[in-house]
């Protein structure tokens, strides 16, 4: 009781001081300029309890992670609606969960499911050099199916291949540096930022040219794995039974057709933008449903947002009603993974709010001149908010810089290197922490399913740190200076 009147108090205190910043403020101020610094907090709130709850107590977090992601949430919008009104409180949080968290996690849902229909069987062994390829497969199908669809479709193969083994967390941790991450840079259909830059005017097969970083990362981390495995590999006391790596075969392959079906909307849905009957093409508004008018603001939901996420949808039902059950009860299908990750990121979206919003007003501000400058600002930031919006913002400073020849996009001109720079940044920089990238707390959530003890939030930072953060500063004085 008393816990929740000092809560309460407290936003109203938080309230008073936004809304003294607030109170001048006109229709033609951007909110990220309103926005005080400490406005970030219940952010940071949300990102301390996913990183020590747990630890503190597993089984509590368990059952209440839901109603710590909505405690941060409203520290955030309660004193948010207060200071700013209604009209702008509840416009931005539709906004936020309708056109940004739905669509979010529609497609995790999607590939969710679907990858759950398809199963690996037979007795392949999870050697190092098995897991290598492994990795190495993932790694190359996650540019073509993005980095959710190569993870959804890969972690239970990798798993199943190594549950006779003791040491294990180390291949989850890099199937989520390779696979969910850094693999997706070739294309936009690897990472959503990668997207974004597409529906600007970025052309399809630019990212190509992100072959070389990428492969670079790809090869060391590759070979810094087998050496890691083989070391693991040595202390297994299982006896090795090369005889039993038989008879592999896949079940369930309908499921291709379903995930087909869901990639072929994703890329639907970049061309349609760029279609004069569902956007104007000279300032990139997208035609929609109007669902909800605030005053004189009205919510559009986009067409081709309703086409990509009603095909989604129908992937995941026709997966659903003609996959064997046998499929995924083999498969170790539940429900867990995705509700996780449903719930944590609830909290997070809402709570990211005024982080993205003082990114994209005073982004220009940082000062940022030199390739490495992007590279660092771009995948600082992607470690830990989402870096799709975070690479759009990059991009749109990137262009400000007054380039006189380079790629056209339709916010202008950008120096190859800078936008090689933002790519990388928001690609590579992703797997830092569980929540740089939508697949990584999903891989992470599955791999704890089944029984693979996982490092923390922080200790998985440390993995991080110790193999990534050395990598990049390569990549900074080879690709970046």
């Given amino acids: 009781m008393y816990r929740w009147v000092a809560v309460l108090l407290g936003m109203g205190f938080l309230a008073f001081i936004l809304a003294q910043d607030a109170a001048w403020a006109s229709e033609t101020v951007e909110l990220g300029y309103l926005l005080p610094l400490w406005s970030v907090l219940p952010f940071v709130g949300m990102l301390l309890s996913i990183a020590i709850c747990p630890l503190v107590n597993s089984h509590w977090w368990e059952h209440n992670m839901g109603r710590v992601s909505a405690f941060w949430a409203?520290?955030?919008?309660?004193?948010?609606?207060?200071?700013?009104?209604?009209?702008?409180?509840?416009?931005?949080?539709?906004?936020?969960?309708?056109?940004?968290?739905?669509?979010?996690?529609?497609?995790?849902?999607?590939?969710?499911?679907?990858?759950?229909?398809?199963?690996?069987?037979?007795?392949?062994?999870?050697?190092?050099?098995?897991?290598?390829?492994?990795?190495?497969?993932?790694?190359?199908?996650?540019?073509?199916?993005?980095?959710?669809?190569?993870?959804?479709?890969?972690?239970?193969?990798?798993?199943?291949?190594?549950?006779?083994?003791?040491?294990?967390?180390?291949?989850?941790?890099?199937?989520?540096?390779?696979?969910?991450?850094?693999?997706?840079?070739?294309?936009?259909?690897?990472?959503?930022?990668?997207?974004?830059?597409?529906?600007?005017?970025?052309?399809?097969?630019?990212?190509?040219?992100?072959?070389?970083?990428?492969?670079?990362?790809?090869?060391?981390?590759?070979?810094?794995?087998?050496?890691?495995?083989?070391?693991?590999?040595?202390?297994?006391?299982?006896?090795?039974?090369?005889?039993?790596?038989l008879s592999l075969r896949v079940e369930g392959l309908k499921n291709l057709f379903y995930l087909g079906l869901i990639v072929g909307a994703v890329i639907l849905s970049g061309f349609l933008a760029k279609h004069p009957a569902f956007a104007d093409l000279k300032t990139g508004e997208l035609y929609g449903l109007p669902v909800l008018?605030?005053?004189?603001?009205?919510?559009?939901?986009?067409?081709?947002?309703?086409?990509?996420?009603?095909?989604?949808?129908?992937?995941?039902?026709?997966?659903?009603?003609?996959?064997?059950?046998?499929?995924?009860?083999?498969?170790?299908?539940?429900?867990?993974?995705?509700?996780?990750?449903?719930?944590?990121?609830?909290?997070?979206?809402?709570?990211?709010?005024?982080?993205?919003?003082?990114?994209?007003?005073?982004?220009?501000?940082?000062?940022?001149?030199?390739?490495?400058?992007?590279?660092?600002?771009?995948?600082?930031?992607?470690?830990f908010l989402d870096n799709a919006p975070t690479y759009l913002v990059f991009l749109t400073t990137a262009t400000s810089l007054g380039a006189t020849a380079g790629v056209p996009t339709t916010l202008g001109l950008v120096d190859p290197r800078m936008l090689m720079a933002v790519s990388c940044g928001a690609v590579f920089m992703g797997a830092n922490t569980y929540i740089g990238n939508a697949p990584n707390f999903m891989v992470r959530s599955i791999a704890e399913e089944n029984k693979i003890r996982m490092p923390s939030f922080f200790g998985y930072m440390g993995w991080s740190l110790a193999i990534l953060i050395p990598l990049f500063i390569l990549d900074t004085l080879i690709f970046f200076r």
């Avoid at 690996?120 to 492994?134: A, D, E, Q, S, Y």
């Avoid at 009603?310 to 299908?333: G, M, V």
């Fill in 74 to 245: 409203l520290v955030f919008f309660i004193p948010f609606l207060i200071a700013f009104g209604p009209k702008t409180a509840f416009l931005k949080a539709i906004e936020v969960y309708l056109l940004d968290y739905l669509p979010f996690i529609i497609l995790l849902f999607g590939l969710f499911v679907v990858s759950g229909g398809l199963i690996l069987r037979g007795t392949l062994r999870g050697t190092p050099t098995v897991n290598t390829v492994l990795l190495l497969l993932g790694t190359l199908l996650a540019s073509w199916i993005g980095t959710t669809g190569a993870s959804m479709l890969m972690i239970r193969p990798v798993i199943r291949a190594n549950e006779w083994r003791r040491y294990k967390a180390h291949i989850i941790i890099f199937f989520i540096f390779l696979v969910s991450n850094i693999g997706g840079a070739l294309t936009p259909l690897g990472d959503p930022p990668l997207f974004l830059g597409f529906l600007r005017g970025v052309p399809f097969f630019w990212t190509m040219r992100l072959i070389v970083p990428m492969g670079f990362n790809v090869v060391i981390l590759l070979a810094l794995y087998y050496c890691l495995d083989t070391y693991y590999y040595g202390k297994e006391n299982v006896p090795v039974d090369a005889s039993k790596n």
């Fill in 293 to 383: 008018k605030i005053g004189e603001e009205t919510i559009v939901l986009p067409y081709i947002n309703i086409i990509r996420d009603l095909s989604i949808l129908l992937a995941a039902y026709l997966s659903l009603k003609t996959t064997p059950q046998i499929i995924r009860r083999d498969n170790r299908f539940t429900w867990g993974p995705i509700k996780e990750v449903a719930t944590l990121f609830a909290g997070i979206f809402m709570t990211m709010i005024p982080a993205l919003a003082i990114l994209h007003a005073r982004g220009a501000e940082l000062g940022l001149t030199k390739p490495a400058h992007f590279f660092w600002a771009t995948g600082a930031l992607s470690s």
